[in-house]
């Protein structure tokens, strides 16, 4: 099998069943770019067509670098159940940076002065529920459970499910969106799913910030107003605490930490 459509394809499938969230989509396309750059056809590459590959990539961000290796890797593994091996993947240290964060009150004000009802409701879940980007755009109707006051999350980063709170003026805001645009699965489906990097987009053009910085700011405020690392913590979907305290290591100095 050797059309590069044909393997991307069935690439795809196998992504789709071993990660969530938008792993498989962004692990495809740094996929495409391998097979595209590499000469021998894709049933056929080994460990010196990942170096070549990452000789090539060499002057990109660590951050690219580092995904591109691990989208390469995955095929190896799920298409070509192939090993990479020593030099070949070698690559830059990861650079976490922290999310900047801003203050959650003067957030909200602008939020709500937002006059586009979508705009408004996306921008909001990120503040008050602490979504990635991911998961508003993989949220459905039937996830907002109204009689307990929480939005389930399904499948997020890490394959992990996990509740988050509602509030009301939230759920007010909800359903008068759902009144005017009507949705019928996913909750900001419109004519056509919503594109992932619009979101960050509507944050940009709205707030003049990113997206994964309201995320930040609204975890912050919490934990600035006595709710404690391990609630949070579980609300943010962290696979364990010490994400979180890179998270906001700012406010660990003046925390109350039980758990």
Same mark, same amino acid.
């Given at each position: 099998m ?12 196998l ?6 969230g ?5 692990y495809?396309?740094h996929i495409?770019?391998?097979l595209?750059f590499s ?8 460990n010196?067509d990942i ?13 690219? &670098? #580092?995904?591109? %290796? !691990?989208? *390469? ?11 990479v =091996? ?10 976490f ?10 957030l ?15 921008l ?12 508003v &755009? #993989?949220?459905? %109707? !039937?996830? *907002? ?11 997020? =980063?890490g ?19 759902r009144?005017l ?8 489906n ?6 992932y990097?619009?979101i960050n987009?509507?944050?940009k053009n709205?707030l003049q ?23 949070v913590s ?20 003046s925390?109350?930490?039980v758990?």
């Amino acid at each position: 099998m050797n059309n590069k459509s044909v393997v991307l394809e069935k690439t795809k499938q196998l992504l789709e069943l071993k990660y969530s969230g938008a792993t498989p989509k962004n692990y495809l396309h740094h996929i495409d770019l391998f097979l595209t750059f590499s000469k021998n056809v894709p049933d056929r590459l080994n460990n010196e067509d990942i170096l070549n590959y990452n000789i090539h990539i060499r002057n990109y961000s660590n951050s690219y &670098r #580092n995904v591109a %290796i !691990n989208a *390469i890797k995955a095929y190896f593994k799920l298409y070509l159940r192939k090993d990479v =091996k020593g030099f070949s993947s070698i690559r830059p240290p990861k650079q976490f940076k922290q999310p900047k964060v801003y203050d959650a009150e003067i957030l909200s004000l602008k939020i709500k002065s937002i006059e586009n009802l979508k705009h408004r409701s996306i921008l909001m879940l990120g503040l008050s529920c602490w979504l990635r980007q991911s998961e508003v &755009r #993989n949220l459905k %109707i !039937n996830d *907002i459970d109204s009689n307990r006051m929480v939005i389930n999350i399904y499948n997020a =980063k890490g394959s992990k499910d996990r509740e988050v709170k509602l509030s009301e003026n939230l759920l007010i805001l909800l359903r008068e969106y759902r009144e005017l645009f009507n949705p019928k699965t996913y909750l900001f489906n419109g004519q056509k799913t919503i594109q992932y990097k619009s979101i960050n987009v509507v944050c940009k053009n709205n707030l003049q910030i990113r997206f994964h910085s309201l995320r930040a700011s609204g975890s912050t405020y919490a934990l600035q107003n006595g709710t404690d690392l391990k609630t949070v913590s579980e609300m943010l979907g962290h696979k364990s605490i010490e994400t979180t305290k890179f998270y906001i290591p700012t406010l660990l100095k003046s925390v109350n930490q039980v758990f």
